[in-house]
């Protein structure tokens, strides 16, 4: 191996942190602690069409437009909290466009004083995927809301009671502060919880009058009938919990189950409460409605026996302080766009670090991802900014920022203490340097790495090169074979497992020890596992779902009028698309990337 240049050469260091910088389709900005962006990489200014003279030396809210700190900002998150800090950021762009990308904020300490002096900010895109996510959303809630009006097509009496509910529901989960999940999980909740009445003979659910026992016992299973399409579902169990609770009463008396108190899901005991509300407010057509003021009343009558007494009173404060009437209390035309939950897939935090390749290494703590250096010249920093735009795209507005980023210990830093993992292979497959994160993660020392092959990291004699559709999987070997950077999510099964890196593959040349420049690829990794993961489990759930709901409508089909037939229709088409979904490995870099 003598051949090899030295995988610890500052020189060799250098030409990496260039070639992230410079050539890396990552955005990366340095923000000092009065938020002044004091260095922005040609990828950020690029894709957020911003002008490096305009937006160097000034404070980042200063840059989009607002006067203080942003609502959700992950830097002032990291003077707060003192730790790394991640988001799933949108960005909304002048020209009206969108990005989408993982916000991952690091904070710089100077080791003498222990303050946090700048704020490294590292943007990976996930537009095209969180496009994708959105539209097949879009799908799947139309699948919902299908069923919805093949509920209300078998149903008139109740016609938009779901709607009604689910819009109750949300408003009051919101009320209570419960978080974003649980406000979609009402917000859906609501909207399936009579799902179940598809399976109710017409002539037992629209007779006008009493119903005598028979038919009231066919009634009472309608929650179970829901129950039973949902079921087998993990990420609807709270919509399962509506669903099979929406009927039972604080005092014990309700159905099926005859539960008690808050033994009673919280997400039933507020379904019941809007339920209730609704069915006294709507008309039928052998009884007008109820007023506004009369059901309130009476809801307020059955806290403590039908319904959760401390629940009514938030929900009495709730149409207090907002002035509902039954029209805005059921309004639900904003429940959904509220509801957002694919969109928070996590608010925060220091705490929800990249997970360890391989399970027996213990991840990395926020500790891991800190970068101490030492300030150079910090007394130097300029006051009234000033740019200095450098060759290459590189530029700071003052002396100090410029000195930091050009240390070597910043440099050293930036390759070994973010959540950004670090490897270089030449067209041999030789491991010419490789980041202390991703021996770790890899679960075997640094220097054993460095002595072999790529392919050795993962246990395999010989590349990983293999063609599918003519396309080389392995990332580095599409780079020496087109010349060009590549990215894609790779995915990994250890220990049965998945783990999943966001993988970007840069060409860059670098010098040998004999002078003579080598062909390389940079691989840059990203952990992804935590949300590819959950992803997965979701759109697993869904497909199942798909089964659940077909069965249901070949088993009702019988039954539904020549009306409905189009909804079925509908359904299965809607079904039909999400089943065909096929996420490839490769996602491809935006024009504007390349
Ligand atoms: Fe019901």
């Known amino acids: 191996m003598a051949d090899r240049p030295l995988a610890d050469s500052q020189a060799l260091k250098r030409k990496l942190f260039q070639t992230i910088v410079q050539d890396a389709p990552i955005a990366y900005a340095l923000i000092d602690k009065s938020y002044r962006v004091v260095f922005m990489n040609d990828h950020f200014l690029r894709s957020r069409k911003q002008d490096r003279d305009r937006v160097l030396g000034r404070k980042c809210f200063e840059n989009i437009g607002f006067g203080q700190p942003c609502h959700v900002c992950n830097v002032r998150d990291v003077f707060e909290k003192g730790a790394l800090c991640k988001k799933l950021r949108k960005e909304i762009l002048p020209d009206a466009s969108h990005l989408y990308s993982d916000d991952l904020a690091v904070p710089i300490r100077d080791p003498g004083t222990g303050t946090i002096e700048y704020v490294l900010q590292i943007l990976i895109d996930r537009t095209a995927e969180m496009d994708m996510r959105e539209r097949n959303f879009a799908s799947f809630i139309q699948i919902i809301n299908s069923l919805v009006r093949l509920l209300e097509e078998k149903d008139y009496a109740t016609c938009l009671h779901s709607r009604h509910v689910s819009a109750i529901c949300a408003k009051l989960t919101r009320y209570l502060n419960l978080g974003p999940e649980a406000v979609f999980n009402a917000t859906l909740g609501g909207l399936l919880h009579d799902l179940g009445k598809l399976y109710i003979p017409d002539a037992v659910l629209n007779k006008e009058g009493t119903l005598d026992d028979r038919e009231y016992a066919i009634i009472m299973e309608h929650p179970v009938f829901t129950w039973v399409v949902l079921s087998g579902l993990s990420s609807f169990k709270p919509m399962r919990d509506v669903a099979i609770a929406h009927h039972e009463r604080w005092d014990g008396k309700g159905y099926p189950k005859g539960m008690s108190g808050e033994d009673i899901p919280i997400e039933g005991r507020i379904t019941a409460i809007a339920d209730t509300y609704d069915a006294m407010t709507c008309d039928r057509s052998y009884r007008p409605g109820l007023s506004h003021e009369a059901a309130m009343a009476e809801i307020k009558n059955v806290a403590g026996t039908q319904l959760d007494p401390q629940l009514v009173e938030q929900f009495v404060a709730m149409v207090e302080e907002c002035g509902y009437d039954r029209d805005s209390l059921t309004d639900g035309s904003v429940a959904f766009r509220d509801a957002g939950l694919m969109i928070e897939e996590y608010n925060d935090s220091g705490n929800e670090l990249p997970t360890s390749h391989w399970e027996e290494v213990k991840a990395p703590s926020a500790e891991d991802y800190v970068l101490y250096v030492h300030m150079p010249n910090a007394q130097g920093a300029a006051e009234s900014p000033s740019a200095v735009p450098q060759q290459g795209g590189a530029a700071t507005f003052d002396k100090a920022s410029e000195d930091l980023l050009a240390s070597d210990e910043f440099i050293d830093s930036l390759l ?21 994160n991703f021996a770790v993660a890899a679960g075997r020392p640094r220097s054993v790495i460095l002595a072999g092959k790529c392919f050795h990291i993962s246990d395999k004699k010989e590349p990983c090169f293999k063609e599918e559709g003519g396309f080389a999987l392995c990332p580095p070997a599409r ?19 998945r783990y999943f890196t966001d993988h970007y593959a840069i060409p860059t040349e670098i010098e040998g020890p004999d002078g003579k420049k080598i062909m390389c690829c940079l691989e840059i990794l990203f952990d992804r596992s935590r949300e590819k993961n959950s992803q997965h489990a979701f759109e697993h759930d869904v497909k199942l779902l798909i089964k659940n709901v077909k069965n249901m409508l070949e088993e009702i089909l019988p039954e539904v009028s020549a009306n409905s037939h189009h909804i079925v229709h509908e359904i299965h088409r809607f079904c039909d698309y999400l089943n065909s979904i096929k996420i490839g490995p490769f996602e491809p870099l935006n024009d504007q990337d390349q």
């Open 416 to 436: 070994n203490h973010t959540p950004a993992m670090y490897t270089l292979v030449d067209e041999a497959w030789n491991v010419l340097y490789v980041s202390d």
């Open 479 to 497: 780079v020496f074979a087109t010349g060009e950077k590549q990215r894609s999510l790779l995915e990994k099964e250890s220990h049965a497992k």
